[in-house]
Nanobody
Framework: QVQLVESGGGLVQPGGSLRLSCAAR????????MAWYRQVPGKQRELVAE???????KYADSVLGRFTIARDNTQNTIDLQMNMLKPEDTAVYYC?????????????????WGQGTQVTVSS
């Protein structure tokens, strides 16, 4: 099995910065794309940023130029650097990883979600 351990959420003023981290831990053979999603009450969960094992990235239009996703394949971790934060970035942020193959049966592929971390942008 795999656990996604998230850290780095919190309260920040508009214009400030936060860094979210996610580590995949468990009986991992290989990981596919890793991503951050976010959700506010009453709305669908939306993709914020995604990075493949080869380093290809994708961002939501609303965060382009402000957020940067990075990945360390040796540690099975991703970071999301969030700059110039706005009140509309307030949400619960979830780490996601798909196309996970395990060293144990069933091999996969599997998909996993983190427990979520709150990001609040407010003065």
């Amino acid at each position: 099995q795999v656990q996604l351990v998230e850290s780095g959420g919190g309260l920040v003023q508009p214009g400030g910065s936060l860094r979210l981290s996610c580590a995949a831990r468990g009986t991992i053979l290989s990981l596919g794309a890793m991503a951050w999603y976010r959700q506010v009450p009453g709305k669908q969960r939306e993709l914020v940023a995604e990075i493949t094992s080869g380093g290809r990235t994708k961002y939501a239009d609303s965060v382009l130029g402000r957020f940067t996703i990075a990945r360390d394949n040796t540690q099975n971790t991703i970071d999301l650097q969030m700059n110039m934060l706005k009140p509309e970035d307030t949400a619960v942020y979830y780490c996601n990883v798909d196309e996970v193959y395990l060293t144990i049966l069933p091999r996969g592929p599997h998909e996993y979600w983190g427990q979520g971390t709150q990001v609040t942008v407010s003065s």
